[in-house]
């Protein structure tokens, strides 16, 4: 690389060497070697994990961070995390007082939250693999998230799904505010809904695994339905199944819906049903 000297400047400026200065001091701050990483005009590349986890003295990090490995903050004092943020691996802000998260903030890993100060997510978010936001007080995610594991929205203060949601793992609902889904949600894997004030599902939904209905105000399935794995209706109000259902595996349900009992015995699920 060619540097070249702008006139009427400090040479150690113009060469760069008070930015590059700040990212060294801050690394050895760390006790953290200088061939750890390397500095670029505008990245600084960090070649492995980087753990960081529990060390009370990180309350931010420097622009451009590109971590090839996975990068540990839990029960750190960060707040905000810099732009251009890229983490090839996991990321893990449990138990830090993060409240928000930088636009267009890639992660190749998963993303763990939980135990966080997060109320929202930003435009442009990705997550390949898991996306953990478990007993955090957010309240909304943005349109058109896609998420490439599983979704995590146990004991939140969510009470409804963007338009266009997709999960390819499981997506747990478990004991939020949820009272339905959104039309074209996607969920490749299990879905859970137990303990949550569901009372309709939107038609034509299509769950890749498992689909717990159990406990939940719901009285009856839409036309269309698919479940790649097992269907629990224990503890439910449903009294009949819809023409057009498809499930994959077994139907549970609980020996006093007699007449869901009835009506399944003697319809095309019986090989399916089991009885808790």
């Known amino acids: 690389m060619v540097y070249e000297f702008v006139r009427n400047r ?5 060469l760069g060497l008070g930015r590059v200065g700040s990212i060294r001091k801050f690394f050895r701050s760390l006790g953290i070697s ?8 505008t990245e600084i590349i960090y070649n492995q994990d980087l753990n960081l986890g529990g060390n009370y003295n990180i309350t931010k990090l420097p622009e451009g961070l590109i971590i090839k490995g996975t990068l540990y903050l839990g029960g750190t004092f960060i707040t905000e995390l810099p732009k251009g943020l890229n983490v ?11 409240t928000k998260l930088p636009e267009g903030l890639s992660i190749g890993g998963n993303l763990d ?8 997510l930003p435009e442009g978010l990705w997550v390949g693999g898991v996306l953990n936001l478990s007993n955090t007080p957010i309240t909304k995610l943005p349109e058109g998230l ?10 939140t203060l969510i009470t409804k799904l963007p338009e266009g949601l997709s999960v390819e793992g499981y997506l747990d609902l478990e004991r939020t505010l949820i009272t339905k889904l959104p039309e074209g949600l996607r969920v490749g894997g299990y879905l859970e809904l137990r303990g949550t004030s569901i009372t309709e599902l939107p038609e034509g939904l299509s769950v890749g695994g498992s689909l717990d209905l159990g406990g939940t105000s719901i009285t009856e399935l839409p036309e269309g339905l698919s479940v790649g794995g097992f269907l629990d ?6 009294t009949k199944l819809p023409e057009r259902l498809c499930v994959g595996a077994t139907i549970y349900i609980n020996d006093f819906q007699t007449q869901l009992k009835s009506y399944i015995a003697s319809s095309k699920f019986a090989d399916k049903l089991r009885i808790y």
């Open 10 to 14: 400090n040479p150690k400026e113009s």
């Open 34 to 41: 200088d061939n750890k990483y390397e500095i670029t005009e």
């Open 113 to 120: 939250l939980t135990r966080t100060l997060i109320t929202e």
């Open 146 to 155: 896609s998420i490439g594991g599983n979704l995590n929205l146990t004991r």
């Open 233 to 238: 209706l224990s503890a439910t109000n449903i």
């Open 88 to 98: 090839k691996g996991n990321l893990y802000l449990s138990k830090t007082p993060i």
